[in-house]
C-alpha cells in the first residue's frame, strides 16, 4: 500500500513530538545576520509538522504561519504551541499553502523538502513571498561516520519499508539548486545532536514514516536487532546519534 505523504505520519505523532532532533539556535542567528530577518518578519513553515521548525522562531519572538496537511500533526502543533503569541497554524500544502499572495518575508522548511512537488512549490512559494523574500530548506542529516551509526544505518536498511526511496538524502545538492536557479544558493552546516537511552532510541527509530510500527510483523525483529545494536555500542547506558543540520538558503 502506498501511503500519501500527508498522511504517513498520522500514527507516529507521538514518538515524533518525543524523540525527533531539534534545530540548532544558531540557524535563526545566521538568516537574522545574512539577510536580515528580524522579528517584524514573518514566516511561513512549510510541512511544519508538530512544530520543531516553526518552534525554532517562534521562542526567538517571530511570528510564524504554520502550514501542515497533516491534521493529526497539526493538531499536536496547536497542542504545543498554542500559548505562542506568533503562532498561526494553517492547513495546507507546500503546493498549495492557502496564504495570501505577497504577504510572507521568509519560507522555511525542516526536514519536509522532499516530500514536495518543487516545481508546483516553487511556484507557490513566488507567490506568496514579498519582494526579496528568501527560502531556507533545512534538514537534520544523521550522519553515518561512526560504527554504531554505520550499523544503526544498515538496520534502517534492512527493516524499513520505503527507507532507500523516500530517504531526503535523495534530495542533492544538484536538486536544490535546481530550485532555486537561477538564482544562487547558500549553504551552512551546523553541528547537531542526541543522546538517547534505549527506550529512546527505539522511539527515535519508530519516529520514522518507514520503519514498521507496533502493529506490523516486522516490529519485534527490528526491535530485537535494536537491542542487540545498542549492548554493542553503548556506554553507560547511553548512545549518540549526530547529525549536520544543513541549511540551503536563498532568493527565487
Given at each position: 500500500?502506498?501511503?500519501?505523504?500527508?498522511?504517513?505520519?498520522s500514527?507516529?505523532?507521538?514518538?515524533?513530538?518525543?524523540?525527533?532532533?531539534?534545530?540548532?539556535?544558531?540557524?535563526?542567528?545566521?538568516?537574522?545576520?545574512?539577510?536580515?530577518l528580524?522579528?517584524?518578519?514573518?514566516?511561513?513553515?512549510?510541512?511544519a509538522?508538530?512544530?520543531?521548525?516553526?518552534?525554532?522562531?517562534?521562542?526567538?519572538?517571530?511570528?510564524?504561519?504554520?502550514?501542515?496537511?497533516?491534521?493529526?500533526?497539526?493538531?499536536?502543533?496547536?497542542?504545543?504551541?498554542?500559548?505562542?503569541?506568533?503562532?498561526?497554524?494553517?492547513n495546507?500544502?507546500?503546493?498549495?499553502?492557502?496564504?495570501?499572495?505577497?504577504?510572507?518575508?521568509?519560507?522555511?522548511?525542516?526536514?519536509?523538502?522532499?516530500?514536495?512537488?518543487?516545481?508546483?512549490?516553487?511556484?507557490?512559494?513566488?507567490?506568496?513571498?514579498?519582494?526579496?523574500?528568501?527560502?531556507?530548506?533545512?534538514?537534520?542529516?544523521?550522519?553515518?561516520?561512526?560504527?554504531?551509526?554505520?550499523?544503526?544505518?544498515?538496520?534502517?536498511?534492512?527493516?524499513?519499508?520505503?527507507?532507500?526511496?523516500?530517504?531526503?538524502?535523495?534530495?542533492?545538492t544538484?536538486?536544490?539548486?535546481?530550485?532555486?536557479?537561477?538564482?544562487?544558493?547558500?549553504?551552512?552546516?551546523?553541528?547537531?545532536?542526541?543522546?538517547?537511552?534505549?527506550?529512546?532510541?527505539?522511539?527515535?527509530?519508530?519516529?520514522?514514516?518507514?520503519?514498521?510500527?507496533?502493529?506490523d510483523?516486522?516490529?519485534?525483529?527490528?526491535?530485537?536487532?535494536?537491542?542487540?545494536?545498542?549492548?554493542?555500542?553503548?556506554?553507560?547506558?547511553?548512545?549518540?546519534?549526530?547529525?549536520?543540520?544543513?541549511?540551503y538558503?536563498?532568493?527565487?
Amino acid at each position: 500500500m502506498v501511503i500519501n505523504s500527508t498522511t504517513r505520519f498520522s500514527n507516529r505523532v507521538e514518538d515524533y513530538v518525543k524523540y525527533r532532533p531539534g534545530y540548532p539556535d544558531e540557524i535563526v542567528k545566521f538568516l537574522h545576520d545574512t539577510y536580515g530577518l528580524t522579528q517584524d518578519k514573518l514566516i511561513a513553515d512549510i510541512g511544519a509538522g508538530t512544530g520543531i521548525s516553526t518552534e525554532l522562531f517562534l521562542k526567538k519572538g517571530y511570528r510564524v504561519i504554520a502550514v501542515e496537511p497533516n491534521t493529526e500533526m497539526r493538531e499536536k502543533a496547536i497542542e504545543l504551541l498554542g500559548s505562542y503569541h506568533g503562532f498561526i497554524p494553517q492547513n495546507g500544502t507546500a503546493e498549495n499553502t492557502g496564504i495570501k499572495s505577497s504577504t510572507v518575508n521568509t519560507v522555511i522548511a525542516g526536514q519536509a523538502f522532499h516530500w514536495f512537488d518543487a516545481e508546483k512549490a516553487r511556484t507557490e512559494f513566488k507567490r506568496i513571498l514579498k519582494p526579496n523574500g528568501i527560502v531556507a530548506l533545512i534538514w537534520n542529516e544523521r550522519k553515518t561516520t561512526s560504527a554504531f551509526e554505520q550499523e544503526y544505518d544498515q538496520l534502517i536498511i534492512k527493516h524499513g519499508n520505503d527507507y532507500v526511496k523516500v530517504d531526503h538524502r535523495n534530495i542533492d545538492t544538484e536538486h536544490i539548486t535546481a530550485f532555486f536557479n537561477p538564482e544562487p544558493i547558500h549553504m551552512e552546516i551546523f553541528t547537531n545532536k542526541q543522546v538517547f537511552d534505549f527506550e529512546g532510541l527505539k522511539g527515535r527509530l519508530l519516529s520514522s514514516s518507514y520503519m514498521p510500527t507496533r502493529n506490523d510483523i516486522g516490529f519485534q525483529p527490528m526491535i530485537d536487532d535494536l537491542h542487540a545494536l545498542f549492548d554493542k555500542f553503548q556506554q553507560d547506558g547511553v548512545i549518540v546519534i549526530n547529525y549536520d543540520t544543513k541549511v540551503y538558503s536563498g532568493k527565487l
